[in-house]
C-alpha cells in the first residue's frame, strides 16, 4: 500500500483569506460543516471503532445538554456553519434525539441536517427523525454475511440494519451505505456491494480502514487502497467513471460506465482530502475538535457552564479553529500513524 504524504500549502497558496467572521484556519480552509457527537455510547462493538470491552465513558454530567448543543450549533450557524451532520457513538440511543433535531432545525442558517447511524434502532425511529427535519442519513455496513456481522460488530443483527435502509428509504430520507473496508475481514464484499448499489440505487461509500479504532488492530497491512478497490470492480463488474465531485467532500463519487449505480471512495489514508477539510467536531463531552486526530481539543463546555456570552465563545472558537492542524498527512509523513490515534466513538464520524 502506498500512503501519500502531500504536504498541504500554506495559507498564501490556498486563495482569498475569508471574512474574520468566519471559521478559517491558518491553511486558508473555510469550516462549512459541523459534526455534533451526542454521545460516545454505542449499542454495537465495532472492531474499527469501540473499545472490546472496559471501554471507560464519559460521566453523564459531562456531557452536553440538548439546550447546549443547540446553542452552540446556534453560534457555529452566525460563523458560517451551513451543514450540521448528527453523530455519536450512535445517535439513536440517547433519549428523545428527534427533540435535538427539530431544536436545530429552527436556527436561521442551517442548511442541512444528516445524521450516521448503525441503523439498528432506526426503523422504529425513521418518521419521527424525519418530521423532526432530518434531512439525510449515513447508515453504516461492513457485511452482508450474518456470521461475519457479528465478528465484525459484536452482535448478530444484520436483518435489523437492512430494514432499516429500507425504512430510510420509504421515508425519503436518501441513506447511503458507509462501509469500513479491512483486509482479511471483508475485503472479498467489495464486488457485492458494488453490486448492491447497482441493484438498489443506494450509493455506497468504501472506506478505508483508519487508526481511529478502539481495539487497536489497525496496521497499514490491513488498509484496502481505493485504487486497488476500483481495480477489483473494474475487473469483476463494469468500469467505473468519475463523477463531478465537490473538492470538500471527503468522498470521491464514481458512476459505471453505463451510468447504473453510485460508488464513492473515502480515501483518508492513501489520498488524504486534508487540503480541502472543511469540517469541525464537537464532542458529546463539548470540546470542540478541528481535526479527526487531535486528542484534548478545546472545551466549550466549560464555556457555557461558566455563563460565557454568545460573543465570549464565538472569539474563543474563532481562535481555536485557526490552530487548526494540517491533518493526517503530516502524522503520516513523520511515520507517527499507530493503531488507537484517536477513539472514533469519543468524537464522531
Request: hydrophobic share 40%; proline share 4%.
Amino acid at each position: 500500500m502506498v500512503i501519500l504524504t502531500n504536504k498541504l500549502k500554506n495559507k498564501n497558496d490556498v486563495g482569498k483569506q475569508p471574512s474574520q467572521h468566519h471559521l478559517s484556519d491558518g491553511f486558508g480552509r473555510v469550516a462549512q460543516k459541523l459534526r455534533l457527537s451526542v454521545t460516545d455510547r454505542c449499542n454495537l462493538r465495532c472492531i474499527y471503532c469501540m473499545p472490546s470491552d472496559n471501554a471507560e465513558w464519559v460521566e453523564k454530567n459531562n456531557i452536553l445538554s440538548y439546550e447546549e448543543i443547540t446553542r452552540l450549533t446556534a453560534v457555529f450557524v452566525s460563523l458560517g456553519i451551513g451543514k450540521i451532520r448528527i453523530t455519536g457513538g450512535e445517535p439513536t440511543v440517547r433519549p428523545r434525539i428527534a427533540d435535538l433535531i427539530q431544536s436545530i432545525s429552527k436556527i436561521s442558517g442551517v442548511k442541512s441536517i444528516s445524521m450516521t447511524t448503525n441503523g439498528l434502532l432506526l426503523q422504529e425511529n425513521v418518521l419521527e427523525l424525519k418530521e423532526a427535519g432530518l434531512d439525510t442519513v449515513n447508515i453504516s455496513l461492513d457485511t452482508f454475511k450474518r456470521n461475519r456481522f457479528k465478528s465484525i460488530c459484536g452482535i448478530d443483527a444484520i436483518e435489523r440494519v437492512l430494514a432499516s435502509i429500507k425504512a430510510a428509504d420509504l421515508a425519503g430520507l436518501e441513506p447511503k451505505i458507509n462501509t469500513v473496508i479491512i483486509r482479511g475481514w471483508n475485503d472479498d464484499e467489495i464486488i457485492d456491494f458494488a453490486k448492491f448499489a447497482r441493484n438498489t440505487g443506494h450509493t455506497v461509500r468504501f472506506i478505508e480502514f483508519m487508526p481511529l479504532d478502539g481495539t487497536g488492530i489497525w496496521s497499514p497491512e490491513l488498509v484496502v487502497s481505493k485504487k486497488e478497490m476500483i481495480g477489483m470492480i473494474n475487473t469483476y463488474i463494469k468500469n467505473l467513471v468519475p463523477l463531478h465531485n465537490n473538492i470538500s467532500e471527503p468522498a470521491t463519487l464514481y458512476s459505471f460506465a453505463d451510468g447504473k449505480g453510485t460508488i464513492g471512495f473515502i480515501p483518508s489514508m492513501t489520498e488524504p482530502f486534508c487540503k480541502y477539510c472543511d469540517r469541525i467536531r464537537i464532542t458529546s463531552d463539548g470540546r470542540l475538535l478541528t481535526c479527526l486526530f487531535e486528542s484534548i481539543g478545546y472545551n466549550l463546555r466549560n464555556l457555557l457552564r461558566e455563563g460565557k456570552s454568545d460573543s465570549d465563545i464565538r472569539r474563543y472558537i474563532l481562535e481555536s479553529v485557526q490552530k487548526k492542524p494540517e491533518g493526517i498527512i503530516s502524522v503520516i509523513r513523520t511515520k507517527a500513524l499507530r493503531p488507537t490515534l484517536n477513539l472514533m466513538n469519543r468524537i464522531g464520524g
